[in-house]
């Protein structure tokens, strides 16, 4: 995330001087927030491993997680407390496959995804929930205004259709992302994510959305 900061402190900056308008932002403000996307997008990979828990309904767990996301695939790796796999998930150029170790079953596409569900939160894609939890930001093109709560920086933003609604909580001081809230174009709250932070390293990972989805991730590593 260090390779953010200099381009939100100008963005920051910019903002305040200019009164950020909701509506109409500058043009020297929208092309900050350009930059800040083609930052997002030039991030070609990401590795994470931790100490995963899960909590919907009824079902709970608690394990271990390693996941990898790159350009062209990506890798999701859920094992027991103890170390021993119980599922491995790719997805490589739209085609997805699922492994599961303790009956040896291979599964594909919809019938992949449909298991897949029951572990991923609402309306994120295996490769959205890993690029959320390895980079801590998940980012919607299209920018509206940037707010002062606290000791906090807020960004507005949408994505090109109106159809989601994101919200960013960045530390004034660091400029860390610490919060992000996704709602519909109606504002209802759909999913939030909290992020902490230990010696610039994330820390932890706390995640619930509509469906009374709980993940909770406590990082090992985090490799960009």
């Known amino acids: 995330m ?12 910019i903002c305040l001087l200019t009164g950020c308008a909701p509506r109409r932002p500058s043009p020297l403000a929208r092309s900050l927030f350009i930059q800040l996307q083609q930052q997002v997008q030039a991030v070609k990979g990401v590795y994470f491993s931790g100490y995963l828990k899960v909590k919907r309904g009824s079902y709970g767990f608690a394990g271990k997680i390693e996941a990898i996301w790159t350009l062209d695939r990506v890798r999701l790796d859920i094992y027991t407390a103890l170390g021993w796999p119980l599922f491995t998930a790719v997805k490589k150029n739209n085609e997805l496959a699922l492994l599961i170790y303790n009956s040896g079953q291979v599964y594909r596409q919809d019938q992949a995804l449909k298991i ?7 309306q994120l894609q295996l490769e959205d929930w890993v690029k959320l939890f390895g980079c801590q930001i998940w980012y919607l093109e299209k920018q509206k205004t940037i707010k002062q709560k606290g000791q906090f920086y807020v960004l507005f933003l949408t994505d090109k259709n109106g159809l989601w609604q994101e919200k960013i909580w960045l530390e004034r001081e660091t400029l860390r992302v610490t919060r992000i809230v996704l709602q519909n174009a109606e504002g209802d709250w759909l999913w939030e994510v909290n992020f902490t932070y230990k010696d610039n390293q994330p ?12 993940i909770q991730i406590d990082y090992d590593q985090v490799k960009l």
């Open 203 to 214: 820390l932890s990972a706390c995640f619930k959305d509509m469906l009374s989805t709980h």
């Open 116 to 122: 897949l569900k029951s572990y991923l939160p609402f």
């Open 2 to 13: 260090s390779s953010f900061r200099p381009l939100f402190s100008s963005l920051i900056l």
